[in-house]
DNA sequence: AGGTAGTATTAAACCGCTTCGATTGATCTT
DNA sequence: AAGATCAATCGAAGCGGTTTAATACTACCT
C-alpha cells in the first residue's frame, strides 16, 4: 500500500526504468503478441514497482472508448427505491468490476424526451454499451439503438427490436404458482395484475391462463385484474377493493403479478378483515425482501436478480469486445417460494433463515 | 433530435465551421473572458447547429481531471438493498447531473484492504471527489485522506479526521421520540440500539438519554440494548427476545435506534404475541418504506435521504472546484412521523397518503 | 503620427496512451 | 553467402481537447 505521495507515474516512467520504448510497454498492458518473455517479465515488475496504472482518459482518448457501462433505469423504477432494480443493478456493478468496467447509472424519464434530457453519457460518448432495466418507453429504445452501440435489456422485451435481453422465467414461475395453488384445492383462482403492455406481467398472466386452461379450471372475469397502470402498491390496494369489495362471488386465491401488488391486495385484505390465507390464498412475483415483514408472510417467485444484472453486463462485454450484435436472449431460472400467505404452511419459519435452490441458467441464442 | 449518422463532431469542425481557431472555440465553451460577444455568440450558434459536445476523455487529459465522483458504501450496507442509501444515492446522482458529474457507484468491503481491493477509481485517477455514505473502517478513511482527493462524508463523522459531513439532526429526533411518548404517559422507556459506535446511533443514544434525564425520568439498565452488532431486522429481533422474553419487568415502551431494528422487534413480539401498541410502544428512525407495510405501521422519524445525498454533491462540487479544504459539515432536519405504532393514533390513514413539512437546512461552517 | 495599453485571436505544445509502419536482428532457404 | 521470412522493438503520428505565449487588432493618448 503505497501513497501517492509525489507525482503519480505514467507510461513513460514505466518505459525508461525498464529501458524499453513506450509502445512496447503499451504492448505488454495490452497483452498484446510479439513481446518476449523476458521483456514482459521485466515490464510487468517495473509495472509493479511504481504502481503503475493507466490512466483512464488518456486510453480513452488514444481507443475511442470510455470503460464505462451505462445502466438506464426510468425514474419511476429507481425512485420509489423499487429494491427489485437495485438488486439488478448490484449484480451489474460487481460482474463489471471484474471486466474493468465502471456503470453509469442514470434515470431517466419514462417517455418524451428531446435531446436536453438525454444521459449526458450519450452525448458525449461515454459509454461503450448499454443496459436498460425494466420497461421504458419505444421512443428511447428507438434513440438508443440509433446510437449504434451494444444494448441489452433486463426483465423487458421487445419482439419487433431484436434486442438482447436477459429476463426472468416468467412462464414456469407463474405455472408453478397456479400448481401450487391448484394442489392446495383451489379452483377460483383469480390475477392481479397491471398493464399488460409490459412483457413481463404478459408472460405472468399467459402462464396463469394456460395453466388453467391445461387443468380445465374455469375463471371468471371478474377475478381479473388488469386495468391498472403500474404493477405498485397502491394500485394492489385498489385492485383488491375492486375485486373483493363488492358483494360478487369472490376467488378464494389470488395470484398477484408481483409481490408489489400482493402487499397492496394483503393490506386491503387486512382493513376489510378479509383474513388470509383462509378466506384468501395470496401468491406474489418477485420475491422482494418485504414479503417476509408482513402477516402471513408472502408466498411467491424468487427472481435471481444480481445473477440477471451479472449475466447481462457479462453479455454487453462481450458484445463491445467481439463488436459482434448477435442478439441473445437469456432466461434465468425462477423458483417458488411457499410460505404463509397461500396457506400451505402453518408455522412460521424463524426470521431470515430461508434457502434457496442456486439457481440454473437456460440460454437460447437466436 | 438529429441521429449521429455520420462521425461525431469535433472541436475542430466546431473551429471550422465558425472560420476561428480552436482555441477560440475552447475559450468559448469554457466560458473564459477575453472573447467578443459575437464571437462567442458565433461558436454558440455552430455548435447547436453541429449538436456537438466535447468528449470527456479528451477534456479529462487535458485538463488531468475525470468529471467523476466516487462513492463508496460498504458492503454489507449496499448488499442488504439497504434502501435507505439507495434514496441517499439517488439523491446524489440528481444532483450531479446538475453539475455535469456522473457518479461511479462502488461497494467495498467493510475494513481491511489491500491495493488489490482498492476501487479501481482510485488507481486509476478517475475520480475527482470522494462521497463516502456510512459507517467505514477507519482503515479506508486513513487512506482515502492520503489520496488528497476532496471528501465528504454521508451519515457518518469523525471528530479526529476533520473531514466535511452530511448527517441527519439525529439529537433532536431521539428527543422528539422521547418528549412524544413521555406525553402519551410512559415513564419506562427502553432503547434498542446497536454498536454506539457508529456516531448516528450514539447521538440518538445520547439524545435519548439526556431527554430522560431533563424530565427526570429513571431507566433501568436492562432495558438498553446496544449490544448489537449491526442495527438489521435480526438483531433488532434477538434483541427484543433478550429484552422481552424473560420474566423481568419489561419497558412499556421502546426507542430503537432505526427502523430495521424496529421492524425485527415488532416481528418478536408478534410472534411472542405481545401487542403493540398496547403492552408496548414502538418508534422508530430513518422512515423507510416497510414501516408502512408493518401493522402497526411504524413511528419513527423521518429523514431526508436525497437531501443529504444532494447537499454532499454540491459540498463536493464546491471543494473540487475552489480546492478548498474548508471543512464543513451540514445537518439536515428531521421530523417526527406519528402512526400506530406508538399508540397514539388510531385509525389508520389512507394507504400512502402522508404529508410530511418540508425540510430546511442548519448549516455550520467549522 | 507614433507609441502604448488593452483586448481578441491564434499557433503550438502538451496531456498519456495506442497503433501503424519502419527498423533491426535472428533464423531459415537454397 | 545472399535473400527471404518472421519475431521483437521502436519512432512518430494521432486521439480531442486545454493552455500558454505570441501575435494581431483597436482605441486611446500626447
Known amino acids: 500500500m503505497k501513497r501517492p505521495s509525489t507525482r503519480r507515474s505514467t507510461i513513460e516512467d514505466v518505459a525508461r526504468k525498464a529501458g524499453l520504448s513506450v509502445s512496447?510497454?503499451?504492448?505488454?498492458?495490452?497483452?498484446?503478441?510479439?513481446?518476449?518473455?523476458?521483456?514482459?517479465?521485466?515490464?510487468?515488475?517495473?509495472?509493479?514497482?511504481?504502481?503503475?496504472?493507466?490512466?483512464?482518459?488518456?486510453?480513452?482518448?488514444?481507443?475511442?472508448?470510455?470503460?464505462?457501462?451505462?445502466?438506464?433505469?426510468?425514474?419511476?423504477?429507481?425512485?420509489?427505491?423499487?429494491?427489485?432494480?437495485?438488486?439488478?443493478?448490484l449484480g451489474s456493478e460487481l460482474?463489471?468490476?471484474?471486466?474493468?468496467y465502471y456503470i453509469l447509472l442514470t434515470t431517466v424519464a419514462s417517455s418524451v424526451h428531446n435531446t436536453k434530457e438525454m444521459p449526458r453519457?450519450?452525448?458525449?460518448?461515454?459509454?461503450?454499451?448499454?443496459?436498460?432495466?425494466?420497461?421504458?418507453?419505444?421512443?428511447?429504445?428507438?434513440?438508443?439503438?440509433?446510437?449504434?452501440?451494444?444494448?441489452?435489456?433486463?426483465?423487458y422485451e421487445l419482439p419487433r427490436h431484436r434486442l438482447s435481453a436477459v429476463t426472468a422465467d416468467n412462464s414456469s414461475g407463474a405455472r408453478l404458482v397456479v400448481e401450487h395453488l391448484l394442489k392446495l384445492g383451489h379452483t377460483k383462482i383469480g390475477f392481479l395484475g397491471a398493464d399488460l403492455k409490459h412483457p413481463s406481467i404478459a408472460e405472468r398472466y399467459n402462464a396463469y391462463r394456460d395453466t388453467l386452461a391445461a387443468h380445465d379450471v374455469a375463471v371468471a372475469q371478474s377475478w381479473i385484474s388488469t386495468d391498472e397502470p403500474t404493477p405498485r402498491l397502491e394500485n394492489g390496494y385498489h385492485a383488491a377493493r375492486r375485486m373483493l369489495g363488492g358483494s360478487a362471488a369472490r376467488p378464494t386465491a389470488l395470484f398477484a403479478a408481483n409481490d408489489a401488488l400482493a402487499l397492496g391486495c394483503m393490506k386491503f385484505c387486512k382493513e376489510s378483515e378479509i383474513p388470509i390465507p383462509d378466506a384468501l390464498a395470496v401468491v406474489g412475483f418477485d420475491n422482494i425482501e418485504s414479503g417476509l415483514l408482513v402477516e402471513p408472510r408472502l408466498t411467491t417467485v424468487n427472481v435471481h436478480r444480481e445473477e440477471m444484472g451479472s449475466i447481462a453486463v457479462r453479455r454487453l462485454v462481450e458484445m463491445i469486445r467481439d463488436k459482434s450484435n448477435l442478439v441473445n436472449r437469456t432466461t434465468t431460472q425462477v423458483e417458488l417460494v411457499i410460505r404463509e400467505s397461500s396457506g400451505a404452511r402453518r408455522q412460521s419459519a424463524p426470521v431470515a433463515k430461508e434457502v434457496l435452490a442456486l439457481a440454473k441458467l437456460k440460454e437460447v441464442a437466436s
Open 24 to 89: 512496447t510497454v503499451s504492448l505488454v498492458l495490452n497483452n498484446k503478441a510479439n513481446v518476449r518473455k523476458e521483456t514482459r517479465k521485466k515490464v510487468q515488475a517495473v509495472i509493479a514497482e511504481l504502481d503503475y496504472h493507466p490512466q483512464r482518459s488518456a486510453r480513452g482518448l488514444a481507443t475511442q472508448s470510455s470503460g464505462n457501462i451505462g445502466f438506464i433505469l426510468t425514474e419511476d423504477h429507481f425512485s420509489h427505491a423499487e429494491p427489485f432494480y437495485t438488486k439488478i443493478f
Open 95 to 100: 460482474e463489471a468490476r471484474q471486466h474493468n
Open 121 to 155: 453519457f450519450f452525448l458525449e460518448r461515454n459509454v461503450d454499451g448499454i443496459i436498460v432495466a425494466g420497461k421504458i418507453g419505444s421512443s428511447w429504445i428507438e434513440y438508443i439503438c440509433d446510437m449504434g452501440l451494444p444494448v441489452i435489456l433486463i426483465d
